[in-house]
């Protein structure tokens, strides 16, 4: 067998997980797919898992970490809320657009865009690069793709989008009414250059500086995981907020629970910053981080899931609990892998996700 051929097969593994897995953190958990639309998850796998594969590689061949990943990963949520799904744009999407939507304005459902801006860049491109690399540490610090492989996720990519352009315009937008709205040509141009600006802006910052660890103790993993539970969970607010008649929110503007959100934003990644930066930081610091953020979509998608039947809710149930068991499974492989090897240093070359950093 040839040595490329050799190499091929080394990474073809952590690429058809993160491909897998980005999905399934994103809409299976959360609950809009289901058994009963579960095939959605094969374009989905062609959107979602390609495109956090290619912010994956981009990231890595600029030696950055996971403040590009992030940034990358909402210009991304631009195209999926307002150029491919168009849902932040679309007013028969909310149960509330007889009566308009609280934080409808401009023809943008503004509440519902904020919150999907934070959602699925975390949870489409952050956490499951997170997850694949702890599941393949011998891999976490190489690139699993080519120029080829590049080339081919990126046509595959724009070929899901499409797919899941046409599939949602002509059948899955009409569970919501009757699809006669016209989205204005202005915002899907507008939205492409807020996309353009986005990532061009991101790929010429310069990185910072390696942070510094902190001389302190890390948080218990339990404690990590629970402040991330707390601050998924509260993020779903957010995004109820977004289908309540602006009715009942009389003399209110949607820009306070906005702020509200964005502030939320920032202490939630000042608090990943501070707990990262201690001495001792691992990865099952990383992985109860990830727990705790899935929990809390998996309980905040509940209300999801209410009025589904019967057998999408007890498929639900089961997806989480399969999805708890294996990610505690994964832990105490963490815990034992750390214990055989207590003095080995964590992995700290090139981007701060592979070492607890920051920086850009």
Avoid at 170 to 185: E, F, I, R, S
Avoid at 208 to 229: H, I, T
Avoid at 295 to 318: C, E, F, N, Y
Avoid at 323 to 341: D, P
Wanted: hydrophobic content about 55%.
């Amino acid at each position: 067998m040839k040595a490329s051929q050799v190499s091929s097969y080394k990474y073809a593994a952590p690429v058809a997980a993160l491909i897998f897995l980005s999905p399934v953190l994103t809409e299976l958990l959360m609950g809009v797919v289901h058994v009963t639309n579960l095939w959605l998850l094969v374009p989905e796998m062609g959107v979602y898992g390609c495109v956090a594969l290619i912010i994956r590689e981009v990231t890595r061949r600029l030696k950055r970490g996971w403040g590009t990943m992030l940034l990358l990963g909402m210009a991304f949520s631009i195209a999926e809320e307002c150029v491919i799904l168009q849902t932040s744009l679309t007013p028969q999407f909310f149960a509330a657009a007889p009566k308009v939507s609280f934080g409808w304005a401009a023809g943008v459902q503004w509440i519902y865009l904020t919150a999907m801006l934070w959602y699925e860049s975390v949870y489409a491109v952050v956490l499951p690069i997170y997850l694949t690399e702890l599941l393949f540490p011998r891999q976490r610090d190489e690139l699993w793709l080519g120029r080829r492989g590049l080339a081919i996720s990126a046509g595959i990519f724009l070929l899901s989008a499409i797919a899941a352009w046409w599939l949602w315009g002509h059948a899955g937008v009409l569970k919501y009414g009757p699809n006669t709205y016209q989205v204005p040509a202005t915002h899907v141009v507008l939205a492409l250059v807020a996309i353009a600006v986005l990532v061009s802006g991101t790929l010429l910052l310069r990185p910072s500086r390696p942070v510094r660890k902190a001389d302190r103790r890390p948080w218990s993993p339990w404690l990590v995981g629970l402040v991330a539970f707390i601050h998924g969970l509260a993020w779903f607010l957010l995004i109820v907020l977004a289908y309540i008649p602006a009715s009942v929110f009389q003399g209110i503007t949607p820009a306070i629970p906005i702020a509200i959100g964005l502030a939320w934003v920032g202490l939630g990644l000042l608090a990943v910053r501070y707990l990262s930066r201690s001495q001792g930081w691992q990865d099952q610091h990383r992985l109860a981080l990830i727990m705790g953020a899935s929990l809390a979509s998996m309980l905040g998608g509940v209300t999801v899931i209410l009025s589904a039947s019967p057998i999408d809710q007890v498929g639900k149930l089961a997806f989480d609990l399969t999805a708890i068991i294996l990610m505690a499974a994964l832990a105490v492989r963490l815990r034992k892998r750390h214990s055989q090897v207590p003095g080995a240093p964590q992995p700290t070359a090139g981007s701060s996700l592979r070492s607890g950093g920051t920086n850009t």
